[in-house]
């Protein structure tokens, strides 16, 4: 009980203190504020990057031809084999019969040629369709199933889906990159702001000292200082978080361009990264101010 009188107390005298010092205090909470609207950015950015590059590799699909003559023990033996590889997923076997009738409730056009069309006629071949475990190493497992006897042809997009994963894991990788850049550069922002507060109140610490005050005494009210600026600043990244991106997401119909660049769905997505945000803005201030406190006045 005695922490949680402290702490009330810390952050009521915090925003007088803040209030008293406005000027200063405007500073410290704009460079959180500027500073955490593009680290709100960066990390909306790479869940969706991850979401994007997940959605495209559950999409993926090897699609494997099998030889015309092919009888249904070789379409078993395949099966078996398929089973076998280690980087297979699971397996649909599609017959040349439900591609025909696939095709044939896609367009009349297509229902009326191949109506009269005879199983051993079809030009249609039986094919397996295949999902891999790991995207990565897709191009090795096809190389396999190559190998199989009876397999025709195989086909997956070969070259794009490695590209577009390859992208998206670089475009992730930056992203978070630049949040972890993004946080050093606020804290040495906040030292540097807060320095300058201290320094305005050099006479108020010397007071503190020769009363006898300890050095958590005079710490204690610039770190509270720092956590509540960060709070302050935290609000206008978490307003644009919640909103901003709400409105993106209904304006675009949750896809960008395109079906597979499907976007996270706002709820409860936005409200973690403004946790997210929240609690970063708090360690900064924090931090911030206990640095500039120890560094700057060798408490």
């Known amino acids: 009980m ?3 009188r402290m702490l009330i107390r810390g952050i009521r005298d915090a925003l007088k203190s803040v209030f008293r010092n406005f000027s200063l205090s405007f500073a410290s909470v704009s460079c959180i504020s500027i500073t955490l ?6 990390l909306l950015i790479s869940y969706n990057v991850r979401n994007i590059t997940t959605s495209i590799e559950q999409d993926v699909t090897v699609v494997v031809f099998i030889d015309k003559g092919a009888t249904d023990v070789d379409l078993e033996q395949i ?10 997923e699971s397996i649909t076997l599609k017959t040349k019969e439900q591609e025909k009738e696939e095709f044939m409730k896609e367009s009349e056009v297509f229902k009326n040629i191949m109506a009269d069309w005879k199983s051993e006629e079809s030009p249609l071949k039986d094919s397996f369709m295949v999902k891999v475990v790991d995207i990565k190493e897709i191009g090795k497992t096809v190389d396999e199933i190559k190998k199989i006897d009876k397999v025709f042809m195989v086909q997956y997009g070969e070259g794009t889906v490695e590209k577009m994963v390859s992208v998206f894991s670089v475009i992730e990788r930056v992203t978070i990159a630049i949040v972890i850049a993004l946080i050093f550069v606020n804290v040495f922002l906040i030292i540097n702001t807060i320095k300058l507060a201290i320094f305005a109140r050099k006479r108020e610490i010397s007071i503190m000292r020769l009363v006898g005050a300890s050095n958590f005494s005079i710490k204690y009210p610039f770190v509270i200082e720092g956590m509540v600026i960060g709070m302050i600043g935290s609000i206008v990244p978490i307003i644009i978080i919640i909103y901003g991106y709400t409105y993106i997401y209904e304006y675009f119909d949750g896809v960008l361009f395109s079906s597979i660049l499907e976007l996270v769905e706002p709820q409860p997505f936005v409200y973690i990264v403004s946790l997210i945000v ?10 911030g101010s206990s640095r500039a406190v120890r560094k700057y006045l060798k408490v």
């Not at 929240?278 to 931090?287: A, C, K, N, R, S």
């Open 37 to 42: 609207i593009v680290i709100a950015c960066s």
């Open 79 to 88: 099966d078996a084999q398929l089973r076998s590889i280690k980087n297979i």
């Open 278 to 287: 929240l609690v970063i803005g708090i360690l900064v201030g924090m931090i």
């Open 2 to 4: 005695k922490i949680i």
